[in-house]
């Protein structure tokens, strides 16, 4: 099987270059152990506050490989037949029903029947461990933190072996293993087991410089001056003492609003007006409002001004 | 990760270091590691190892970023490695000091207040005192003792325990039956009575079987498990005997039903849920207190639970969690600040118990302004001074609890 596809980075600046090509903006920390988890086969296991783009890694990486992302989406309650796969009931009755009114009396090869491939539906996982002709795909399990232990627990089997069982059809084992990668927001402490089989990477919102790019990258249309202004102040308000600061995702959203907005730069008014957009708790926009607004953004301001 | 070791290339020193012993050195820094608390296991050193081989030893960030990526599992551990990091790979000869550096001090071993005399300590002293004597006089109050006594001991305060009442007590606890206090959870299992129809297994059934036409219904529903239980303990001075005692309760939770996360705190707080998890109470409380820098000093109520709401109530109290805060209420930081963060627990988990040990005592109001301002933010108010009221907690703790333990009888009495 050739693959058409980009290779795997041979370095460490070699997967800085892919992402780049990608539109991602990465440091050098992550370009490491991305690399690593490339060349070693591994999982790779991404932990930050929500909105830092640990998700949007997968995807860049999939985009940049040339290869399929596949998505598992995990909540409370995720189990094997919403994450592996189920079978299609509605066709095997009908199945059966034809056969009885055939006359078929032989049941296990009936039952052979009804529980072949036919009638197989397949979900995120079973998926990845599927050959596929541009190579093996990026498996993004989004959100580990939130399915619950007995779900994490199925999951360190699969990662091990990348091999499922299928008790009617037997085991369907992965000839690449897909490229694993697996975000948490911490709502969760995730166990031990599961982390060793991965390499680990704490994903910490970007310095100022490296936000900036992000900003410039995904939102061209706003106006430079208002682009340095609002990711230096985000970078202030990080700074203070939030129940929850803004991630990346927001950044992005309130230069989006504001240049919507027709803001060509930052106004205390404007400010508390969209305050919503960069934060989501009622208490962080009360103690943000008003005053404090201005107070920070004149510091920023100075920031700036001292900066050239 | 924005802070990034310096990239300047690698000094004589350190070249020779790497020639040919590198795999000895990387074994001997996770071994250091692991000294200074990381959780480096051996599948770690090896893929350490493998992880140099395939990237090649290129700048020293690189070098750096490699190890990061392999040995360190929690974000927690980030600062340490870094230390570690820094002073093990300048030169051999810091390994010893690094250790030493690296090694949480140890705290001092909780006492008693000086002004108390308590039965424990004259006991102890004399015990030290008669050792050297004659056979030792033979104490038959643990293994067989008698209704009335068990009966005097559940109802003894902790404080007053003696070292021996104290042993027997945490027995009891350990054998406590723990409380029945699963919930419903979204995830489905075959029960004969269930309201879904499990399709899958009627399926399979019915091909297998011989119902002649007929389709045997199988059925799913929802699975019970605990809650997570998130225990907020005060260690500050007045409550010392307190806590210890019911971290034993803690211990026994721990063991016996899991998700159960631990906290303590006095001046600042501590997550001591993996201390917890050793086998032996003793090696587990062993491991708190190596870890827990502020026990019986002073308590600052508010500041910690501001901690505990911004680094931890998101990580802990996912899923329908019980939280258990046991203080005195005692509290000198500014009540708007307290009032605040009590309200923003109470809204973050399904019930707020409040254990108190001064509701022990019979005259017991609601006067001091800790406690005017935390008893309107919290759903139960209980004591916890003695067994009977560890197990009454217990009871509580059942998911099919009779209540009764408002915490605005109290407000309200105030009022009267």
Redesign the interface.
Known sequence: MADQSPEIPQ??DATLTLLASADYVA???LA??L???L??G?PLFL?GEAGVGKTEIAKVLAKALGRRLIRLQCY??L?V?SAVY??N?AA??IE?RVA?AEGVVD?AR??ED??SERFLVKRPLLEALEPDTAGPPVLLIDEL?RT?E?FEAFLLEVLSDFQVTIP?IGTVTAARPPIVVITS?????IH?AL??RC????V?YP?AARELSIVKAKVPEAPQKLSREVVAFVQAIRRE?L?KAPGVAETLDWATALTELNAVALDAATISDTLGVLLKYQ?DIQRMQGSKAKELLDQVRAELRAAG | ??D?PDTTSLSADEAEAFEGRLADNIVHFARALRTAGM?V?P??VV?AI??VE??GI?EK??FY??L???L????ED?DLFDQAFRLYWRKRALLERLMSQLLPPSPPVPRDDAEEVRSRVAEALLKNEQKPEAPKPKLEIDAKMTLSSQEVLQRKDFEQMSAAEIAQARQMIARMILPFDKVK????EPSPRGRQID??RS??S???G?SH?MIDLKRLAPAR?HPPLVAICDISGSMTQYSRMFLHFLHALTEARGRVFSFVFGTRLTNITRQLKARDPDEALERCSDIVEDWAGGTRIATCLHAF??DWS???L??GAVVLLVTDGLERDGREELA?EMD?LHRSCRRLIWLNPLLRYDGFEAKAAGIVTMLPHVDEFRTIHNLNAMADLVHALDARRPGGADPMRWLRGEAA
């Open positions: 370095s460490i440091d050098r920390s490491t152990v690399y690593l988890a060349k070693m591994r932990e409370e309650g189990d037949s189920e079978w009931y095997q009755m059966i009885e049941r009936l039952g009804v529980f933190d619950d007995a009617e927001n911490r709502t969760r402490e031990d982390k060793r390499l680990y990477h704490w910490d310095d003492d129940f208490d | 990760m924005t990034r959780r296991g599948g770690s893929d493998r992880a395939t990237a290129g960030a690189d970023w490699v990061h990526s392999v360190v599992k929690r974000h980030h959870t979204r995830r489905l399709l899958r399926l399979r019915s091909i297998r011989g036409g498990k709401n911004r998101r990580r802990v996912g899923q605040f923003r």
